[in-house]
């Protein structure tokens, strides 16, 4: 048996009807999701003056993306089994299968088409989501973080300086305080040695720029001794000031604004740091990147069993089963998300849970079906 077999008419023919089928099924998806909330909420800000025409065109352009993102491993399923739901109430499978096709051999163009939409899926994913998301972002006006708190902690993990940043635009900062902590230490909390207080700060390449600055030193009973005033005042030098940088830049941005690279080193930093939590939380959401555009593949075969049926068998139940399944798949993805984050399970089994649950289904399925 040859591993790739020799393309027929047959092939051409079935790779042809899926493909549109799931076109169309993409295309009504996309449609529907992006029709009721995202399109009236844009048309709202543009007769409000919040945006022009072309700006409104162009944030739900940008949305497309994400929407795309889901809308092909869905259109792929409703695409196939609809494609064969009709070969089967033809009885045209009847006739493949008189002629010698096997199952497998019958559904070998539907995996040649899934192949390719895994990996249009992973490029979203990877690539255009990260890339529309941004430029949406910019659209908008960029992201300003209410606050985010930096901890330097020294070799044996004792904190040594807290930075406070109210909010952020870009490289600069607003309302930072200092938190300067003292050797001291007492057994449930650290002895603080002074607060500084500044109106604004820059990050640079090297270091944090504080300025306008308002120093309280503390004493070893907490009470301010001394305020001075400060023009300007460098913190965090080196690899602390850009490991903060990085860490407060994507504390505002989920993970599907950002792209492979630069979530995997996110993610090292995030266990360098000890931010457990947002460490596992992240990295299932790394493992997902790669199992999810898989996801396609499984479905597939998924709607192409379900495709398989009886001339007279009712076409509702494949397609309320298909529906049901994606539900689940969506809906339970959260979930799986807080099992990693929380550390209840490891973040590969709750990325890898969800396809491998398809995985059995198609068993399943395959084994109730008369192929």
């Not at 009504?28 to 909330?37: D, G, K, S, Y």
């Amino acid at each position: 048996m040859k591993l790739f077999p020799k393309i027929t008419i047959y092939d051409r023919y079935i790779f042809m009807q899926v493909m549109m089928a799931t076109f169309v099924a993409i295309l009504l998806f996309t449609v529907v999701w992006i029709a009721p909330e995202m399109l009236l909420n844009t048309i709202k800000r543009t007769l409000a003056g919040e945006y022009g025409v072309k700006t409104a065109v162009l944030v739900i352009f940008y949305e497309l993306p994400k929407i795309l993102g889901k809308a092909f491993p869905v259109g792929l399923l409703l695409g196939t089994l609809f494609t064969f739901d009709k070969l089967s109430k033809d009885s045209e499978l009847t006739i493949f299968r008189a002629v010698g096709l096997s199952f497998q051999r019958i559904i070998a163009p539907v995996l040649a088409l899934s192949l390719i939409v895994t990996w249009l899926c992973f490029v979203t994913c990877d690539k255009l989501i990260p890339y529309s998301v941004n430029k949406a972002g910019a659209l908008r006006g960029g992201y300003i973080s209410t606050q985010y708190i930096y901890t330097q902690k020294d070799k044996d993990n004792v904190p040594t300086m807290a930075v406070v940043v109210s909010k952020f635009s870009k490289d600069t900062m607003y309302n930072v305080i200092v938190l300067d902590f003292s050797p001291k230490k007492y057994t449930d909390v650290h002895q603080l040695q002074n607060i500084y207080y500044a109106k604004t700060g820059k990050n640079f390449s090297d270091k944090w720029e504080l300025y306008d600055i308002t120093k309280y030193d503390i004493s070893n009973d907490g009470i301010f001794t001394e305020i001075e005033k400060l023009p300007q005042m460098d913190i965090l030098q080196g690899e602390s000031a850009k490991n903060a940088f990085t860490l407060m830049t994507y504390s505002v941005k989920k993970e599907r604004e950002i792209n492979n690279h630069d979530l995997h080193n996110y993610i090292k930093l995030l266990k360098k740091e000890g931010l457990d939590e947002e460490y596992r939380y992240m990295l299932n959401k790394y493992l997902q990147r790669f199992f999810h555009p898989f996801v396609c593949v499984l479905l597939a075969i998924m709607g192409a069993l379900l495709g398989f049926s009886k001339p007279r068998e009712q076409r509702l139940v494949g397609f309320t089963i298909a529906i049901g399944c994606i539900f689940l798949y969506y809906i339970t993805l959260p979930f799986f998300d807080l099992l990693a984050e929380k550390g209840v399970l490891h973040p590969f089994i709750t990325a890898i849970f969800p396809p491998f649950a398809f995985l059995c289904a198609i068993i399943g399925f395959y084994k109730s079906k008369d192929l």
